[in-house]
């Protein structure tokens, strides 16, 4: 299995509405990553698992509550947000636990409308 | 940091080489340089990576100056499923990255 798997594809919320992103890979990756992808525009790292544990937040709002329940399974927790946080939001993974770009594999990502 | 600069877009004709520049003239000695591609309505994938020597793998080559102030990814023989946007990252000394703006390729039948 050499796929990172993302759900729901599409998601619809209002700014009430609590939701959350799935994200999983069975590739035995030590690092998971995700990601904001506003349109025409290039990926922005939103947080950084390594070894199960929060490495890195790019200062985002506390809105968005990542969660890393095990080594194959990274959740990003959505609440209160904004329609200005509609975009394309994408999970990855990498081979080392040593974080950064290197050899990154990326999920289909999870097109979230915020009305 | 080293930022790096990309065309906005080219065209390429199907069954030709492609080649895409990248600036990065503040790349320190250590700073590797990927590359990788965006189809539309998917997720980034990685290509190529190197540092100082050329690399080449079964998707494209890279082809890095002896300065390394600019690389070039080359694939060479473009076809249709190659359209993308293709963006050149350095990772800097701690592991930071940013994605550049990257070069949108447009393969031509």
Same mark, same amino acid.
């Given at each position: 299995?050499?796929?990172?798997?993302?759900?729901?594809?599409?998601?619809?919320?209002?700014?009430?509405?609590?939701?959350?992103?799935?994200?999983?890979?069975?590739?035995?990756?030590?690092?998971?990553?995700?990601?904001?992808?506003?349109?025409?525009?290039?990926?922005?790292?939103?947080?950084?698992?390594?070894?199960?544990?929060?490495?890195?937040?790019?200062?985002?709002?506390?809105?968005?509550?990542?969660?890393?329940?095990?080594?194959?399974?990274?959740?990003?927790?959505?609440?209160?947000?904004?329609?200005?946080?509609?975009?394309?939001?994408?999970?990855?993974?990498?081979?080392?636990?040593?974080?950064?770009?290197?050899?990154?594999?990326?999920?289909?990502?999870?097109?979230?409308?915020?009305? | 940091?080293?930022?790096?600069?990309?065309?906005?877009?080219?065209?390429?004709?199907?069954?030709?080489?492609?080649?895409?520049?990248?600036?990065?003239?503040?790349?320190?000695?250590?700073?590797?340089?990927?590359?990788?591609?965006?189809?539309?309505?998917?997720?980034?994938? *990685?290509? &190529?990576?190197? $540092?100082?020597? @050329?690399?080449?793998?079964?998707?494209?080559?890279?082809?890095? #100056?002896?300065?390394?102030?600019?690389?070039?990814?080359?694939?060479?023989?473009?076809?249709?499923?190659?359209?993308?946007?293709? *963006?050149? &990252?350095?990772? $800097?000394?701690? @592991?930071?990255?940013?994605?550049?703006?990257?070069?949108?390729? #447009?393969?031509?039948?």
């Amino acid at each position: 299995d050499t796929e990172v798997t993302q759900t729901p594809k599409h998601l619809v919320m209002g700014m009430t509405n609590k939701k959350s992103l799935k994200c999983e890979q069975h590739m035995g990756h030590r690092a998971m990553y995700w990601y904001k992808q506003k349109a025409k525009k290039p990926p922005e790292l939103m947080f950084v698992y390594s070894y199960e544990k929060l490495s890195i937040n790019e200062s985002v709002p506390s809105r968005f509550s990542p969660e890393c329940p095990n080594s194959s399974l990274l959740n990003l927790h959505l609440h209160a947000l904004q329609p200005e946080d509609s975009a394309l939001y994408l999970c990855a993974s990498a081979p080392s636990g040593t974080w950064g770009i290197r050899e990154q594999f990326f999920g289909p990502g999870t097109r979230l409308t915020v009305l | 940091d080293a930022k790096t600069t990309q065309p906005t877009s080219m065209d390429c004709a199907e069954g030709r080489a492609a080649n895409l520049p990248c600036n990065h003239s503040t790349i320190s000695g250590n700073e590797y340089v990927y590359w990788y591609r965006q189809i539309h309505s998917q997720g980034p994938q *990685y290509i &190529i990576h190197g $540092l100082k020597n @050329n690399e080449t793998n079964e998707m494209a080559s890279l082809i890095i #100056t002896e300065d390394r102030k600019s690389s070039t990814l080359i694939l060479p023989h473009a076809t249709l499923r190659d359209t993308a946007v293709y *963006y050149c &990252i350095v990772e $800097l000394t701690g @592991n930071q990255f940013y994605f550049g703006t990257g070069t949108s390729l #447009t393969v031509i039948p």
